[in-house]
Structure formats: structure tokens, C-alpha cells
């Protein structure tokens, strides 16, 4: 740098600086003034500083760290508050949303109409009953005001019966009351239909005819074939031949009584030699248990009628078709006549 003398200085001008190029200084000038300019440039961010009550805890000289704290508040995402009266407040809607049902509740319940107490529909807690007179559903009403149920109201009375006094209707009518015990799932009514006849008879029954092979198959081709019949025919009844045989007996006792026993016992051998199919419609048989012949007829002749089909039938002979030597079927044959009107 260049020195100026006193004479300069006394005439009252200030003589010009000049800087060395190996200084730093305008460098450093021009940096701070293109910072300066860049800096007006950008849009400067708002900052909000939250005033709060100075905690004894606190000292003057955190002032500064408040002040950066509080900015990092403003910048994260406010988190609501828990509101502790919510739930009460869910709760008193929901139950303002339920229906109110007084102590003596009519019914239409199929166009029959009834008259209960509440404490009645609401005995067993796990039945349709007490859910749709909890007061969490809907029930439609009639033009009277009752409360209509779409079922049908002939056998709703022995299902109050039971509700109020545990009784148990009459043997004729178990069946469909047990039908409408499992619409409205009643558990206890049901175990106690259940252990009554007739359908405990129903269940013995049934054991003995998981048995018999193909058995509902078989009863299905019985009123096809006669319904097939019948209309070819123009007739008021078909008739079919049915053979029903509990075990292989296709010998003449008194010729090989060793071979006149159950079908297990023989050996493959001489199983095949009495394989065939009798000339018949429909064929049952055979099976392993104490119930005869005569108690598969009753079930095939019980069943038919529960479809509405009146079956008769009667023994018209044994098949008589020629198996080796002096062997024969010996399967008995049997006739059913199927009335239709």
C-alpha cells in the first residue's frame, strides 16, 4: 500500500487507496456483498415465537435455547389433544340409538298375533329372541303397532310355552316345533326335543340307515321310475320291482350249507362267483346289522310318505337266476305299487 505525505493531507483531499493483487480484502468484499444481494432475494420465513410462563426450573440464560425449542414446536405437526369425554359421549349415542321396548310386547308373528313379557323373549341370552328384542335391531310393526315377525305363527305358541314354563308340546307336533326352535336357535328346546319321541326313535333310525349304502340315492330312483311311469302310462299308480336282501344267501341250503353264510365271511373267490344283478328296478342291500328286511321295507315305505307318496308293497317271489351248478339268486323280490292321486 502506497503512503501519502502531509501535503496531500492538508489540502483537504484524500488521496485514492490502491490494494496489492495479492491482498484478500476485495475478495472477501465481493463475497459479502453477492451474499447480501442473494439473501434480499430469498423469501425470509416467518417464525412465531410462543410466549409461555417461566417455570422455576427456568433460568435467564436458556433464552435463547427457548426461543429455538419453540421454533421446532411450530415446525413439527400438531398432535390433537385427547379428548377424555369422547367415549362417554360415543357411548351415551349409542344407546340413545337403541330401541326402548316396554314390559308387554305384542306380536304379529305371521299374521297370528301374541302378547309376552320382554323378561320372556329375553330368557336364554344366546337365541334370536333376546338379540332382536335387545334393542340393537330394527323390528318393523303392522298397522296396529305390534311387532311383526315374518314366521309362521301356528307353532310360536309352544315356543312361548317353553320360554315361560319349560313345557313341551304334544308328540304330533315336536317335529315342527323343532323346525322353529332351530330358526330361532333355542339351545335348551332343542335338547330336550331331541330326547323326545318321536325323535329319538328318528335318531336310532337314522343310525341304522347311515348303513345302508346309497340308500337316499335309491329312494330318488324309486319315485323318478314311477313318476316316469305313470305319465307314459296315464295311469292313477306305478308299479316297480324292488329287491331288498340283508345278506348273500345265493345257494340251496340243502346242498352247500357252507356257503349259506354272511357276506364277510366268504373268501373273494367264491364272492365273485355269485357277483350278478337281479332283473329288478331298484336293488337294497346288503347290510351288516340286527335290523331285518322288514325294517328297511318300513323305512323306504315311511320315508315315501313323509314326500307325500303313498307305497305299497308286498312279496311277489325270490330271483330265481342261475349262478354255477345248482346255485341260484334266491334274493327276495317285492312289489311296489306308488299311487300318485
Excluded at 369422547?86 to 305371521?110: H, M
Aim: charged letters at 30%; glycine letters at 4%; a negative charge.
Amino acid at each position: 500500500m502506497q503512503q501519502y505525505g502531509s501535503d496531500e493531507a492538508s489540502n483537504g483531499e484524500r488521496p485514492p487507496v490502491s490494494f496489492n493483487i495479492s491482498s484478500p480484502l476485495p475478495v472477501a468484499t465481493s463475497r459479502v456483498r453477492r451474499f447480501a444481494q442473494e439473501r434480499r432475494a430469498l423469501p425470509q420465513p416467518r417464525v412465531m415465537v410462543v410466549f409461555s410462563a417461566a417455570s422455576e426450573t427456568d433460568k435467564p440464560g436458556d433464552a435463547m435455547s427457548s426461543l429455538d425449542s419453540a421454533e421446532d414446536d411450530f415446525r413439527k405437526p400438531a398432535t390433537p389433544a385427547p379428548n377424555l369425554n369422547l367415549g362417554k359421549s360415543l357411548r351415551s349415542t349409542l344407546n340413545a340409538s337403541e330401541e326402548e321396548f316396554p314390559e308387554v310386547i305384542p306380536l304379529n308373528v305371521g299374521g297370528t298375533n301374541f302378547t309376552t313379557r320382554l323378561s320372556t323373549l329375553r330368557r336364554y341370552d344366546d337365541t334370536m329372541l333376546a338379540a332382536m328384542f335387545s334393542g340393537r335391531h330394527h323390528i318393523p310393526r303392522d298397522a296396529e303397532g305390534r311387532f311383526f315377525i315374518d314366521r309362521d305363527g301356528a307353532y310360536f305358541g309352544d315356543i312361548l310355552n317353553f320360554l315361560r314354563e319349560g313345557e313341551l308340546p304334544q308328540r304330533d307336533r315336536v317335529r315342527a316345533v323343532h323346525r322353529e326352535a332351530q330358526y330361532y336357535a333355542i339351545g335348551p328346546l332343542l335338547d330336550s326335543l331331541e330326547d323326545a319321541q318321536p325323535l329319538t326313535g328318528e335318531r336310532v333310525r337314522q343310525s341304522f340307515l347311515d348303513l345302508m349304502p346309497y340308500y337316499k340315492d335309491n329312494l330318488e330312483r324309486i319315485v323318478e321310475i314311477a313318476k316316469l311311469r305313470a305319465m307314459q302310462r296315464k295311469a292313477r299308480f306305478a308299479k316297480l320291482k324292488i329287491c331288498v336282501y340283508k345278506e348273500e344267501m345265493p345257494i340251496t341250503p340243502y346242498e352247500r350249507p357252507l356257503f349259506n353264510s354272511l357276506r364277510f365271511e366268504r373268501t373273494e373267490s367264491e364272492a365273485k362267483l355269485f357277483e350278478h344283478h337281479c332283473e329288478v328296478d331298484v336293488s337294497f342291500g346288503p347290510w351288516e346289522a340286527v335290523a331285518d328286511v322288514y325294517d328297511l321295507l318300513h323305512c323306504i315305505v315311511s320315508d315315501l310318505a313323509e314326500r307325500g307318496i303313498t307305497a305299497d308293497q308286498q312279496c311277489i317271489g325270490v330271483c330265481d337266476k342261475h349262478l354255477i351248478n345248482h346255485y341260484y339268486c334266491k334274493r327276495p323280490i317285492y312289489e311296489f305299487k306308488i299311487t300318485w292321486w
